[in-house]
């Protein structure tokens, strides 16, 4: 069972990246997915989950409005949207799967989660 975070990069402020969390191993069609992102020194910070069924969406207050997150079930597959990048974007961001936290609060919680990738490395530069 494997998530696998890709399409991170150097980006100018202002600029756009689409961040792709793939999955192998089995499905995840029925489980709720997240990205969080980690700063040099410091703990996972919640970005955004996407509900199972895409249905219900949640974002980190910094990032909302920005970033969008998206899945496709028949892909086995996760996006990130990330638009007006800014210079305090720069992370390494995670994807990961299965909330046991449940919607809501718990969401937002690194040990909700159940699953992670291997994150991929945004830098913005200013």
């Known amino acids: 069972v494997q998530l696998q975070a890709s399409g991170g990069g150097l980006v100018q402020a202002g600029g756009s990246l689409r961040l792709s969390c793939t999955a192998s191993?089995?499905?995840?069609?029925?489980?709720?997915k997240a990205w969080f992102r980690q700063f040099p020194g410091k703990e996972r910070e919640f970005v955004a989950a996407v509900i199972w069924d895409g249905s219900r969406t949640m974002y980190a207050d910094s990032v909302r409005g920005r970033f969008t997150i998206s899945r496709d079930n028949s892909k086995n597959m996760g996006n990130l949207q990330m638009d007006s990048l800014r210079p305090e974007d720069t992370a390494v961001y995670l994807c990961?799967?299965?909330?046991?936290?449940?919607w809501g609060a718990g969401t937002l919680r690194e040990s909700s989660w159940g699953y992670w990738g291997q994150g991929t490395l945004v830098t913005v530069s200013s």
């Open positions: 191993g089995r499905s995840f069609r029925s489980y709720s």
């Open positions: 990961a799967a299965q909330n046991v936290g449940g």
